[in-house]
């Protein structure tokens, strides 16, 4: 099938000449179908990582020129970041190792007595650090449209400031969900808890690899993101938004970087000040690698231009759901419905099948790498699938029963971005109805967990 509208290519990516070997023996091209996960490098990020290694040094301790220029381009770095996240004059950005690090650090920085809320139906990882930080945490129930959730917040604001009346509140949301890829309603819920007094913090973790994020038309408080999934794989991500609140709290690390002066007082003890800024929260040698590969691809997606991006993502997003449309053993997860706006992540299961087999078969029949599992969001997927089930024994995404023929207790998901070619999709689909007509060809079993092919004689 041939677009009819005028498409942008895919952007390259590294590894898309790798060929994986097949259970049969054979090899093809592999299709990376988890970029939800983990996107591959850009080719630019690559690139620009490889021009800048050779003068690599460290940053803010050194005096030597690599150290100097280092320290710029991690600076720089940082500008560019505020730039792509149209960032206001005052907000600041934080280098950190990826989302679950900044949602973390935001938890450790929350003033005295801050209560949180949360729809249950968030990643583990905006989910969990405000209980585990001691704050007390208000659990929306996964809504069933965007104007529900908007309702929900609303009341849930309304009793809690009738009840505790005023104090510091947030609100921390995910921008397009890591299961199915729905969009949230940001700019609303955002109105409303301001309306409230309460921040908000936005999980842009699978958004901003898809869509343009402004912090000022969004109007959040902060917003955090991980490299790795925005095609910079180096070991970075970022908080980025409103300095009061950080520039407060405890240093998130207590080390070099985060202090200013530290001295020796008369009674034998040490007294420290503290950085304000990035610096406070940024203690031990900077990522400087890492910062530089998000500047990178955030310059690299603006080029190409996320208008482009997307009219691109939407109709592969198209092609998907209709393709799966069309299978009617497939049932597509959904919390908002078919028509809702979605980034290019799906999550389904197949009547009759083991999600985790389905994905092994996936893999070792057809080269096409897709995730099987929960998705670190527990909650949400057992209501999606209408099950109570216990949770797998691993955190994250095991398998809850990999044999063939068990009923499924988990899903599968489906993603992509900038640097997917449509005939990885067309791929994917095809091998989908051939599973579903014709069945696995091989046999498979359990491996410590994992649903593998069975190659023993
Ligand atoms: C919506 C969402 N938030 C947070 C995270 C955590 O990101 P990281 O593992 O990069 O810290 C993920 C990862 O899958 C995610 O999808």
Request: with cysteine.
């Amino acid at each position: 099938m041939s677009t009819s509208v005028d498409l942008c290519a895919p952007l390259a990516v590294l590894g898309a000449d790798v060929q994986v070997p097949l259970v049969s023996g054979a090899r093809v091209g592999y299709a990376a179908l988890d970029y939800a996960a983990s996107a591959p490098a850009l080719q630019r990020v690559w690139d620009e990582v490889a021009a800048y290694a050779p003068y690599y040094g460290s940053v803010h301790r050194g005096a030597g020129y690599l150290s100097q220029l280092s320290t710029d381009l991690f600076e720089q770095s940082r500008r560019t970041v505020a730039d792509f996240l149209d960032l206001r004059e005052d907000d600041q950005v934080v280098f950190t190792r990826a989302t679950t690090d900044s949602l973390n650090l935001l938890a450790g920085a929350l003033p005295a007595g801050t209560r949180v809320f949360a729809f249950e139906t968030e990643h583990h990882a905006s989910l969990l650090p405000w209980a585990q930080a001691g704050f007390p945490v208000g659990y929306l129930r996964a809504p069933s449209s965007p104007e529900e959730a908007v309702a929900a917040l609303d009341e849930a604001l309304a009793v809690c400031v009738a009840r505790h009346g005023a104090g510091p509140r947030l609100l921390c949301v995910t921008g397009a969900s890591n299961v199915t890829g729905e969009l949230w309603p940001v700019a609303e819920l955002t109105r409303v808890a301001h309306r409230y007094g309460a921040r908000v913090v936005l999980d842009a973790a699978q958004l901003a690899p898809h869509h343009r994020v402004s912090v000022r038309e969004l109007a959040v408080d902060w917003v955090a993101f991980s490299g790795h999934k925005l095609y910079a794989p180096f070991g970075a991500g970022v908080l980025a938004g409103r300095a009061d609140w950080l520039d407060a709290a405890e240093p998130y690390l207590a080390g070099g970087g985060a202090s200013r002066t530290v001295a020796r007082e008369a009674d034998g003890s040490v007294a420290v000040e503290w950085h304000q800024g990035p610096a406070r929260h940024e203690a031990g040698s900077p990522n400087v690698i890492g910062a530089y590969a998000i500047a990178a691809a955030c310059r690299a997606l603006t080029e190409a231009g996320f208008e482009a991006l997307e009219a691109r993502e939407q109709y592969l997003i198209d092609r998907l759901t209709a393709g799966l449309a069309e299978i009617p053993e497939v049932r597509v997860l959904s919390l908002f419905g078919a028509r809702a706006a979605r980034v290019g992540v799906l999550s389904f299961v197949v009547r009759g099948w083991n999600s985790s087999h389905f994905s092994a078969a996936l893999s070792a029949e057809y080269g096409i790498g897709v995730r099987d599992g929960l998705f670190c969001a527990h909650p949400l997927v057992r209501t999606l699938l209408g099950s109570d089930a216990p949770a797998p024994s691993s955190a994250c995404g095991a398998p809850d029963a990999s044999l063939p023929g068990e009923r499924s207790l988990n899903a599968i998901r489906v993603s992509f971005g900038a640097g997917t070619p449509e005939e990885h999709l067309d791929r994917f689909l095809a091998a989908v109805r051939e599973l579903v007509s014709d069945g696995a060809r091989w046999n498979y079993r359990n491996e410590g967990g994992r649903c593998v092919a069975d190659t023993r004689r």
